[in-house]
T-cell receptor
Framework: GEDVEQSLFLSVREGDSSVINCTYT??????LYWYKQEPGAGLQLLTY?????DMKQDQRLTVLLNKKDKHLSLRIADTQTGDSAIYFC?????????????FGTGTRLQVTL | ETGVTQSPTHLIKTRGQQVTLRCSSQ?????VSWYQQALGQGPQFIFQ???????GRGNFPPRFSGLQFPNYSSELNVNALELDDSALYLC????????????????FGNGTRLTVT
């Protein structure tokens, strides 16, 4: 199966909380990342969590990590229209001498008024 | 602090041609990675450069090649372009020693959108 899996689409109303979920397979991942991609743009690093942490909060963003289940989630509080974008979960993988990020297919977040 | 910059932003090429994409890494970063993002997909790892040498490669053919320069900037070259090479090409820089895990986050540029006709 895929190394990183995400649901494809999430729609929320402005002001509500959004929760984007991700599962990964490589248990050796030291950090896990969330990136945001707006239309026509590159990837913006949103936040990351070290694998020995359960939770990390950064303003409106909360990352939860369940290492036993290899499940990562990103919660966006008070979701705004500017949060509409594609969100990628990414896990590092060491292959030989290279360290690469393996990405999910991305979750498209649509924020409605 | 200067972020990752890529050039050009857009490019149109014909099948069979060759293309060179450029990337300047973020200040202080010594490792550059290239990713290909096809429409509707997540980025796929092409290769990584560290100390001016290719450090690891994803599942891409040899016609994808690259360089890293002493100032850590990098080029991605693609020969004999195919229609399926149409994608967003992303460069990312980081600080650390590859092979020991990514010990600093990857910072991406805005990418080069390549269209092959």
């Amino acid at each position: 199966g895929e190394d990183v899996e995400q649901s494809l689409f999430l729609s929320v109303r402005e002001g509500d909380s959004s929760v984007i979920n991700c599962t990964y397979t490589d248990s050796s991942s030291t950090y896990l990342y969330w990136y945001k991609q707006e239309p026509g743009a590159g990837l913006q690093l949103l936040t990351y969590i070290f694998s020995n942490m359960d939770m990390k909060q950064d303003q409106r963003l909360t990352v939860l990590l369940n290492k036993k289940d290899k499940h990562l989630s990103l919660r966006i509080a008070d979701t705004q229209t500017g949060d509409s974008a594609i969100y990628f979960c990414a896990a590092p993988k060491v292959t030989g001498t290279a360290s690469k990020l393996t990405f999910g297919t991305g979750t498209r977040l649509q924020v409605t008024l | 602090e200067t972020g990752v910059t890529q050039s050009p932003t857009h490019l149109i090429k014909t099948r069979g041609q060759q293309v060179t994409l450029r990337c300047s890494s973020q200040s202080g970063h010594n490792t550059v990675s290239w990713y290909q993002q096809a429409l509707g997909q997540g980025p796929q790892f092409i290769f990584q450069y560290y100390r001016e040498e290719e450090n690891g490669r994803g599942n891409f053919p040899p016609r994808f090649s690259g360089l890293q320069f002493p100032n850590y900037s990098s080029e991605l070259n693609v020969n004999a372009l195919e229609l399926d090479d149409s994608a967003l090409y992303l460069c990312a820089s980081s600080l650390g020693h590859p092979g020991q895990g990514i010990n600093s986050p990857l910072h991406f540029g805005n990418g080069t959108r390549l269209t092959v006709t």
